[in-house]
């Protein structure tokens, strides 16, 4: 879940990468709303709006590179 991808980070934005963003693909695989963001996609430029301090290490970027549209950052 959310918070427990909240947990797992914490406020260290090192924590974010590989673990969280793995854990929200597997949450998202398969679903429904991640069909509908790759159809959206695959139609143009979208949006993803976030509320996170941290503009690197949020659930918006993490879904731009489930989505393909950037490579993750190592």
Do not use: C, M
């Not at 429904?32 to 949006?47: P, T």
Request: net charge positive.
């Amino acid at each position: 879940s959310r918070a427990r991808r909240y947990r797992f980070a914490g406020a260290d934005p090192a924590g974010w990468t590989p673990e969280p963003e793995r854990r929200y693909r597997a949450e998202l695989e398969g679903s429904q709303a991640l069909s509908e963001f790759e159809a959206l996609a695959r139609q143009g430029d979208i949006i993803l709006v976030y509320a996170a301090k941290d503009q690197l290490h949020n659930e918006a970027v993490a879904l731009k590179h489930i989505l393909g549209r950037d490579a993750p950052r190592r």
